[in-house]
């Protein structure tokens, strides 16, 4: 079978970024503080590029369209209002968080729960919760590339999966932290200039008036916040913006990057250019799923509704160049997931349990051969499809949001305790599972028009401050050494 335009842009796109892991390899110490965190050296370009990849992902080129495609705007309003309230987290917990990462040495959230709290037990408890979420992140994404390659350009489902995994496990294996992260700025630069330049293409070129007034009349109510379905209601966007805001900054792999940062500035810096850069991405993909009905009012898959518009409107070239950025991006998110788990496996059971005596090089390799293991698990998960893309990375976000508790409340508040963590880390979760549409144990009537995942954090969070009055806090010594006052923040 021939090769087409789009299916030689992806490779070459995939190609040249390969070449990037190759070059940073380089540059990589095979230790815990570089493979895990570039040395504790990353600036502010890179790093805020590599929180928007983090973040944007296969929910932005896929996800979002199809939501927006048939329920309206109402959800760029959310994540609009979320991304400004990442900023705020990561310019207070996340300078935090940095702070002791780097007087302490610590280099994993794993870690964090560990000494906070005098609990090598707890770490354990918090990897295995979040893990449910990691692994559904990664399955998410993997889903999402393969079903689109699939679909989109004619690379078998199966194989698409494959692909996609040895890429990761090859990269994070020679490349480790740096590598992801090199390879993330380019992808939300090329990201943001390509959805920027076919919504420029549309409203310039083609006639976006005509496309917007075409999709309103296949569905009314489209282009209204509440949406055709009037799910969109002040109540629904606040409470799954809350919800999203807690989640996001407390991805393990998101505070993992706060132990990266070069210094406090540039923290915060990082988290203003991320919200400069994920605002209009969120913008654009909206935008671009509501035009979608307007053009293609029937698409064989509403997750593909933005490529499927590319496709038709543009050049091949550009729609090659739209699906390599979007598995790119795709695949940012996964291998930083993929290695932060890895590292607190390595770091936070091997090392500690395991073999207490290993040396950095047998911690790393150790990180390296658990890699190769959780993306096996994720590519079985993927090929049982437990659900659509959207759904099951919405899952993820705000089952995160449900363990970030005892890290946020820990930085902050000396009354924080291990009993008031543990619940916190059995509860909310717990609840937030059982809510989730896909499983529907508590009917979603309880819910009272909020956002699933936002009753989730209200359990975490209200579990954890209860819990924590009624039981004994860590030492002194303990407290003061990984928290620190919220007013104290200041260089």
């Known amino acids: 079978m021939p090769v087409t335009i789009a299916q030689a842009v992806f490779f070459t796109y995939l190609f040249l970024v390969f070449l990037i892991g190759v070059y940073a390899a380089r540059f990589t110490k095979y230790t815990p503080a570089d493979f895990y965190l570039a040395d504790r050296g990353v600036g502010t370009l890179v790093l805020g590029l590599t929180l928007a990849a983090t973040v944007l992902s296969a929910f932005t080129v896929f996800g979002i369209g199809a939501d927006t495609s048939q329920v309206g705007l109402g959800p760029f309003s959310f994540l609009a209002i979320a991304a400004v309230l990442y900023t705020l987290f990561f310019a207070s917990v996340g300078v935090a968080l940095y702070r002791i990462g780097t007087e302490h040495d610590i280099v994993t959230p794993a870690e964090y729960i560990r000494v906070r709290y005098e609990s090598p037990l707890l770490g354990v408890v918090y990897l295995t919760v979040t893990g449910i979420f990691m692994l559904a992140m990664l399955a998410g994404q993997l889903l999402g590339g393969g079903v689109a390659l699939d679909t989109l ?121 991320f919200a400069l850069v994920a605002v209009p991405i969120y913008f654009f993909g909206a935008v671009l799923g509501v035009w979608s009905v307007g053009v293609i009012p029937e698409p064989p898959e509403p997750d593909y509704v933005i490529p499927l518009l590319v496709e038709t409107l543009m050049h091949p070239v550009v729609f090659g160049i739209v699906m390599a950025g979007a598995t790119a991006a795709i695949m940012s998110t996964a291998d930083s997931v993929a290695l932060t788990m890895s590292s607190m496996l390595s770091r936070d059971v091997y090392r500690e349990f395991v073999n207490p005596d290993a040396t950095a090089r047998e911690e790393v390799r150790a990180t390296q051969l658990l890699v190769f293991l959780l993306i096996v698990l994720a590519v079985a998960l993927t090929l049982v499809q437990p659900a659509g893309i959207f759904p099951l990375i919405e899952f993820a976000v705000v089952g995160f949001a449900t363990t970030t508790a005892p890290i946020f409340l820990g930085v902050y508040w000396s009354g924080a305790t291990k009993s008031g963590a543990t619940a916190s880390l059995i509860f909310g979760p717990g609840v937030t599972i059982l809510l989730f549409p896909t499983i529907g144990v508590i009917p979603e009537t309880l819910t009272f028009g909020m956002h699933y995942g936002f009753v989730g954090v209200l359990v975490a969070y209200s579990t954890f401050i209860l819990v924590s009055l009624l039981s004994r806090a860590p030492s002194a010594t303990s407290v003061s050494t990984y928290s620190q006052s919220f007013w104290g923040q200041g260089d």
């Open 153 to 273: 350009i004619g690379i078998p489902f199966t194989v698409a999966v494959l692909l996609m995994a040895l890429f990761m496990i090859v990269y994070i294996h020679i490349a480790g932290y740096r590598g992801v992260i090199w390879s993330d700025a380019v992808q939300s630069t090329v990201l943001f200039a390509v959805l920027a330049g076919v919504v420029a293409y549309v409203m310039v070129v083609r006639d976006s008036t005509e496309i917007a007034e075409s999709a309103a009349q296949e569905i009314p109510g489209l282009f209204d916040i509440v949406g055709p379905a009037e799910l969109w209601t002040p109540l629904f966007v606040m409470t799954a913006a809350l919800a999203f805001a807690v989640g996001v900054p407390g991805y393990p792999h998101t505070i993992q990057r706060y132990f990266s940062a070069g210094n406090a500035q540039i923290m915060r810096d990082s988290g203003f250019l």
